[in-house]
């Protein structure tokens, strides 16, 4: 009998520790192993660059960047690129933009919140893109799923599901000097315009440094002639000449959030987008309907965490590392890059806005 009850208490306490072992590798499992070119290749998919994926879609789908356009990729292919965004501070919204260095091209993943966590800076990611959608929204292009709005040319991988089946984390890396474009009032015609001279596509969706460029306050000639700053919400843009915004200049931040009249004695806050003009040129060239060559806007979000720090005053020299981007009116045309649009900046940060002269961030100065 006690030889029964020793057999038995073995047993019960082997099949405890393979319980507890098993629990152990559940709740810390060892991490997944990066992704290679190697494994990409081993189950079937050949390699395009960014910058090929780019030029297949304008060779297919043609390069009015007014226009929705959307390729869905049938063969088996896969890009990859290094993450040069971060969503940490709010500003980038459910996007993680990425960069070849090959082909020195970039483009935006359409993706979910809080890709920071998963997809740090420097960081590979690889892309599975058979069955996703590279789309066209007002000149700039991204990779993402089917959109079942025609006024989108894509959707985001937001399900767990498809991100497993499409987005793969490969190797950290450092950030290079060469990851970043450096942009300058002497150089900027030529590195921002594409090969007939244009300000094409080649540098959409990089990081760039503008360096030395001025802050603008007053009514742009280009574009859409908008008086900056601006602030915009509920498809209405509020700036210095707009009642109970008059004061801008003594506040002017990033983004706002004000509490709005609803018409009955009530409020809304409402959160606001915020546009800051900046510029290498002088503040009178161009005309509505140009391009804005030398003119850009940091558009801000306002529930960005840096929404109330100031922005700089005007004729501040500051450089600016940004995303570079394009928002265009279904009149232009990318080719030329004409039509009545406006290049914009987006931030990671606000520190990565820094005076010229001071070389101090520009942060809140109740920070």
Known sequence: MMKYQLSTLISTVAAGLLLVGCYNDFDAPSPQPAMTDEQMQADGLA????GDLKQKFYSM??????????????????TRGKVI??????NIYKSLYIYDGESESAIELKLSSGNYLFHPVGQIVFVKLQELVVGNYRGMLSIGT???????SNDNIETDILRREHIFAGEQQPMLSSDTLVVTKENYASVLADENG???????????RFEGVTSRYGTAQWGYQNTFPNYFANSTSYDVTSPGWSDIPEWATWAAKRALPNGNGS?????FYGSAWFSYTDPNVGAKGEAAAGNYVIRTS????????????DG??????AIYTIYTSSSANASTAKGNCAYQLVLNSAKDVVLKLEDQPLTDPQE
């Open 47 to 50: 390699y395009i660059s960014i």
């Open 61 to 78: 789908r043609g390069d009015n960047p007014g226009q929705p356009a959307s390729l869905t990729i049938a063969e088996p292919l896969y």
């Open 85 to 90: 965004s971060s969503d940490r501070e709010g």
């Open 146 to 152: 089917r959109s079942s709005n025609t006024s989108y």
């Open 198 to 208: 244009e300000f094409g596509q080649n540098a959409l969706g990089r990081l760039v």
């Open 267 to 271: 409020f809304t806050e409402t959160y």
């Open 302 to 313: 306002g529930y960005s965490s840096f929404r109330d720090g100031r922005i700089p005053a």
């Open 316 to 321: 501040d020299t500051v450089d600016i590392t």
